[in-house]
């Protein structure tokens, strides 16, 4: 089993910045990816952001691009979300994942974290 922590949530004016971080633990045999997703009020849960744990090759939602970086740190096993130029569409709960499936273009995670809020006021 693989357990998920998110933390840095927040309150920012639009055009600000944030950054998240997610510290994974457990079993992590066989987890080949983590990333984000978020979810606003009233919507679907949104793929945003992707890292492999071999390469560290990173993909993004077309939304964020140019805006995020997904990043990771090996020795603590965690991943990071830098939020730059934050507008008030992405004011959701952002949730850490993580899972052997590419998800964001195939496939599902198989962990998720409990989410952290992120409001954008405008």
Do not use: H
Request: aromatic share 12%; with cysteine.
């Amino acid at each position: 089993q693989v357990q998920l922590v998110e933390s840095g949530g927040g309150l920012v004016q639009a055009g600000g910045s944030l950054r998240l971080s997610c510290a994974a633990s457990g079993r992590m045999f066989g987890t080949r990816y983590m990333g984000w997703f978020r979810q606003a009020p009233g919507k679907e849960r949104e793929f945003v952001a992707r890292i492999s744990w071999i390469g560290d090759i990173t993909y993004y939602t077309d939304s964020v691009k140019g805006r995020f970086t997904i990043s990771r740190e090996n020795a603590k096993t965690a991943v990071n979300l830098q939020m730059n130029s934050l507008e008030p569409e992405d004011t959701a709960v952002y949730y850490c994942a993580a899972g052997n499936d590419r998800f964001g273009t195939v496939g599902a995670p198989n962990y998720w974290g409990q989410g952290t809020q992120v409001t954008v006021s405008s």
